[in-house]
């Protein structure tokens, strides 16, 4: 993992065996093996509890798509528009290579910032929201480090 599994067969009728439930009531078909492949979360939910249905409403529609996308293609790209939501369903769903995406992401984040007041605002509230909430505080060690330079 990660692996290229292909995008185009997210939402196939003939492999989605699982359906994802979206925050605006839509849904989309998903293959259990390639999630479990990616997270061990998602093993648990489909072997040990046989769920057939996994609600990602807690997230906006367009990160949860992407979360899937990601699953399948081996690959994401993370931006600051929607950070802190794909940093947290990474976590949530422990997708190990995609939480370490996100981190890398946060780096750069941190190493390309002007260090003007708009930047430390977006840098500072994402660790201290993932210090507090998701209870990592890897990203505060990053920040901490960058702006005692």
Not at 110 to 136: I, Q
Request: net charge negative; charged share 25%.
């Amino acid at each position: 993992v990660p692996c290229n599994f292909g995008v185009a067969n997210l939402h196939d009728e003939f492999h989605g065996n699982v359906t994802m439930e979206f925050k605006d009531s839509t849904s989309m078909r998903a293959c259990s093996l390639i999630l479990s492949w990616n997270s061990e979360v998602f093993t648990y939910l489909f072997s040990d509890f046989r769920q057939g249905t996994v609600e990602l409403k807690e997230f906006s529609k367009d990160v949860a798509v992407m979360f899937l996308e990601s699953l399948y293609s081996g690959v994401v790209i993370v931006e600051k528009s929607h950070f802190r939501e794909l940093y947290k369903i990474s976590r949530v769903y422990k997708v190990k290579w995609m939480s370490e995406k996100c981190t890398e992401a946060f780096t750069q984040f941190c190493e390309s910032s002007s260090h003007d007041y708009t930047d430390m605002v977006f840098l500072f509230n994402e660790a201290v929201y993932s210090k507090d909430t998701l209870k990592y505080g890897e990203l505060m060690k990053i920040v901490v480090e960058e702006f005692s330079r």
